[in-house]
């Protein structure tokens, strides 16, 4: 099996590629390194780092050479860049993701699993959400999402191409960048914790998210490349927490006790997010979830 990982460099990329090198596979990194960085990769055998860009269907040809099965995470992760600049962020996330769809289909790839994003559904009605939940997007990131998830649905009828998209909620751990609108806030508070400034925390703190920590993701995209599970398919732990409990486990694990300072909510902050990731455990086998406060402290190991 030769997998080809867009994104690799990035944060899910990175660990993605650790994982199926672990298991032998050959691996073929295409990043255009805008937020992906060659330190994220450590030099293996095993392993091909291309520098290109999905916007160039050349080069994506180019590196499905010889390829059975595709993990797509390569985008514009921003929602905030989405909202100010949707034609740039649509040049990445739309006819990027199409130029490396329909590459895998002309190549004949065995299996494509993408990134898709909890961002499909905007500001859930009801919770917990499924994969039949409402998809009502509230920004171009999260419509351009919705998007790739239909397109794959298209391609699996007109041209019988395998896939599954993953709509990840809030993926934590080691290599996030601070600004990721995901889980950001982690790294955000971790850091000023271990200054010891004062936390900022918008609101009252009791919005609740779904934490998955990365390496469990990474052994979740290995296990959907290998599966035959299609559609779209949540991927959380199904255990969402508020933000201050949130601070205070990360407290008990970096032992100290931070100052926290509520300041007014975020214009456009979504409540509450919390999944049922019955698909998820059904189909991809997942390992045990890594528990919130066992992946924190790995965060906080990796950026002592
Ligand atoms: N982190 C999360 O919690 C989360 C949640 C939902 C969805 N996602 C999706 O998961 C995927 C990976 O996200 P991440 O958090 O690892 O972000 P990231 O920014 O660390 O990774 C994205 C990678 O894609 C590369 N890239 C960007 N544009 C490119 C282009 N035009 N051509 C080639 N490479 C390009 C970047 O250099 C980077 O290495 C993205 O599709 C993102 O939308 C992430």
Do not use: W
Not at 166 to 172: A, D, H, M, Q, W
Not at 226 to 245: F, K, Q
Request: net charge neutral; charged share 20%.
């Amino acid at each position: 099996m030769n997998f080809l990982v867009t994104g690799g460099a990035g944060f899910i990329g990175s660990h993605s590629v650790e994982a199926l090198l672990a298991d032998g596979a050959q691996v073929r990194v295409l990043d255009n390194f805008t937020s992906g960085k060659r330190a994220n990769l450590a030099a293996h055998a095993n392993l091909q780092i291309v520098d290109g860009d999905i916007r160039d269907a050349e080069a994506v040809d180019h590196a499905m050479v010889g390829i059975t099965h595709v993990l797509h995470l390569a985008a514009q992760v921003s929602v905030p860049a989405s909202v100010a600049d949707p034609v740039g962020s649509s040049q990445h996330n739309l006819r990027g993701f199409l130029n490396v769809l329909d590459a895998a289909r002309r190549a004949g790839v065995k299996r494509f699993v993408y990134a898709s994003s909890a961002a499909v559904y905007g500001a859930p009605e009801r919770l917990p959400l499924d994969e039949s939940s409402p998809v009502a997007p509230l920004s171009p990131y999260g419509l351009e999402k919705s998007i790739n998830d239909q397109y794959a649905a298209l391609y699996r009828q007109l041209y019988q191409l395998s896939s599954l998209g993953l709509r990840y909620f809030n993926v934590y751990g080691p290599r996030q960048d601070p600004a990721s609108p995901y889980a950001g806030v982690i790294s955000r508070f971790s850091s000023a914790m271990t200054r010891g400034d004062t936390l900022r925390v918008f609101g009252d703190g009791e919005q609740t998210r779904d934490f998955i920590f990365v390496k469990d993701v990474a052994q979740l995209n290995k296990r959907a490349l290998m599966s035959d599970a299609d559609g779209v398919c949540n991927i959380a732990t199904g255990h969402s927490v508020t933000l201050l409990e949130l601070i205070d486990t990360l407290a008990q694990c970096a032992g100290c006790t931070p100052q926290i300072r509520h300041e007014p909510p975020a214009p456009g902050d979504i409540r509450h997010s919390g999944a049922t990731p019955r698909k998820m455990f059904e189909q991809l086998n997942p390992p045990p979830m890594t528990k919130l406060a066992d992946g924190l402290k790995q965060l906080l190991e990796a950026s002592a």
